[in-house]
């Protein structure tokens, strides 16, 4: 390691020479694998920079060889620390107390719990969507409570992500769920994330979407996002209400995202078998919102198609406290993308009134 460079909440972002003389950008997680300094020696793992992958485009620290990490403040000889093993049977699995384990302060709170007593929980297939739908919901109700529930479809440690970094004064919370780790609270499933995220972290809307750094083969199951189908169901198990925030696009080059993108038409057309109320923005430009009504007219017959009201949303989603972006596309460059899930968040804020 030759330099530091940005440090957000759970990562280190730092300079590495290699034998060959190249230099690279890496990222490393020092609750899995201490904390690097200058003139340290690293283990990298630098398939997807090799792969040219998108998001970050990091080697990732896998040791420090000739440092070892400290050891964990409690022995992980019991459960009282917690038992959750999550990135399973990988060399760098963590043990996590999980938000309802036994040793778990929150655990009286969490055998009670079995509703969400109809929160409004607003689901969507990108992260990226995450400081839109924020922005949204702030704009009509800048007191509500919003908790995150970080799925594993994307990147695994929620440390990971700058977004979320620059995002947690403006969130009561964040619950990784899954495999997903290095939220405020740990849960197994989606289901009990939801519970915490309503009756420990005391949310008035919450957001789910999976992290940064998404899995696709451009095919209609082979997309990470479509768990989000999944969530709809959840939610609606559990007595919430779920808001489909869609994923609209007339600037994506690819055919196949442009109007609503299929991944939204699979995910609440054939994985959400609950409904939902999926949120329509007003002010799209004309081709585009007559794209997008012949898209979601079949899905009516399942959901409550709902249009929002725009007013006020860009001038919210210009001062959102985080860059916003999406596919290396901001604001201005695909509008219609952040303007439908600010819309989203808009409407789970007037369904707290």
């Known amino acids: 390691m030759t330099a530091l460079r ?17 230099t690279v950008r890496a990222l490393a997680y020092p609750a899995l694998v201490g904390r690097p300094e200058p003139g340290d020696r690293v283990l990298l793992n630098a398939g997807a920079l090799l792969m040219g992958l998108g998001t970050g485009g990091y ?46 302060p929150h655990r009286e709170v969490m055998a009670a719990a079995d ?3 109809g929160l409004p929980v607003v689901t969507a297939d990108l992260h990226s969507a995450l400081p839109a739908i924020l922005a949204g919901i702030h704009a009509d109700a800048p007191a509500a409570r919003v908790a995150y ?20 004064e403006h969130l009561v919370g964040t619950v990784t769920v899954g495999q997903s780790f290095g939220g405020d609270l740990e849960a197994g499933t989606v289901h009990s ?29 082979g997309f990470s996002g479509v768990a ?8 609606a198990t559990l007595g919430g209400r779920p808001v489909g925030s869609l994923r609209i696009s007339d600037a994506d080059p690819r055919p196949r995202h442009r109007g609503v993108s299929h991944h939204s038409l699979t ?23 007559g794209e997008v009504d ?13 249009r929002v009201p725009t007013d006020g949303l860009d001038a919210a989603l210009r001062a959102a406290p985080v860059a916003l972006s999406t596919m290396g596309r901001g604001l201005d460059a695909d509008h219609a993308y952040f303007l439908a899930a600010a819309a989203a968040g808009r409407h789970a804020a007037r369904l707290l009134t």
């Open 6 to 22: 940005r440090q957000w909440t759970g990562a280190v972002e730092l300079d590495v020479d290699l034998p060959d003389g190249a």
């Open 59 to 104: 080697a990732l620290v896998v040791a420090l060889p000739d440092r070892l990490p400290p050891d964990p403040p409690q022995a992980l000889d019991s459960r009282d620390a917690g038992h959750l093993v999550k990135a399973r049977y990988t060399p760098l699995q963590p043990i996590l107390l999980g938000v309802d384990e036994e040793a778990s």
């Open 115 to 117: 509703d969400l007593a």
């Open 149 to 168: 529930l970080l799925t594993d479809g994307g990147a695994l440690p929620a440390w990971f992500s700058r977004t979320l970094a620059g995002l947690r």
């Open 193 to 221: 994330g939801l519970l915490a995220a309503r009756h420990v972290l005391g949310a008035d809307v919450a957001i789910v979407a999976q992290g940064p750094g998404n899995l696709g083969t451009g095919t209609r199951w």
């Open 228 to 235: 989000v189908g999944e969530a709809v169901n959840a939610v």
């Open 267 to 289: 995910a609440y057309g054939r994985v959400a078998l609950a409904p939902a109320e999926l949120v329509v923005p007003d002010g799209l430009a004309p081709a585009l919102a």
């Open 294 to 306: 012949a898209a979601l007219a079949p899905l009516a017959a399942r959901h409550t198609l709902v």
